[in-house]
Nanobody, 122 residues
Framework: QVQLVESGGGLVQAGGSLRLSCAAS????????MGWFRQTPGKEREFVAA????????RYADSVRGRFSISRDNAKNTVYLQMNSLEHADTAVYYC???????????????WGQGTQVTVSS
């Protein structure tokens, strides 16, 4: 398994940008697909984006496609989520996850971070 720690969350105005980072510890980071999910109170965890272990394949939720960009730096054991044109609906706790399957499914992610709060205000 891999341990994940998210950072970069905070308060941002609508239309602004934020970059989340997820630092991983453990062996064979480059063999894991990485994903970002988000959750608000009373709702199920929602898929946001995922990137294959090679970094050449990505997936995005329709709600964020064109605004968010996922990337990874295997040399640094880090995955990023660049969030642009943020909207009020993007407010959530964002979680980083690692899995071994592609295409990604929620059940295929075996390791999860503790989450980082993103709040978008006017």
């Amino acid at each position: 398994q891999v341990q994940l720690v998210e950072s970069g969350g905070g308060l941002v105005q609508a239309g602004g940008s934020l970059r989340l980072s997820c630092a991983a510890s453990g062996r064979n980071f480059g063999n894991y697909a990485m994903g970002w999910f988000r959750q608000t109170p009373g709702k199920e965890r929602e898929f946001v984006a995922a990137i294959r272990w090679s970094g050449g394949n990505t997936r995005y939720a329709d709600s964020v496609r064109g605004r968010f960009s996922i990337s990874r730096d295997n040399a640094k054991n880090t995955v990023y989520l660049q969030m642009n044109s943020l909207e009020h609906a993007d407010t959530a706790v964002y979680y980083c996850a690692a899995g071994s399957a592609w295409p990604p499914l929620t059940r295929s992610f075996s390791s999860w971070g503790q989450g980082t709060q993103v709040t978008v205000s006017s």
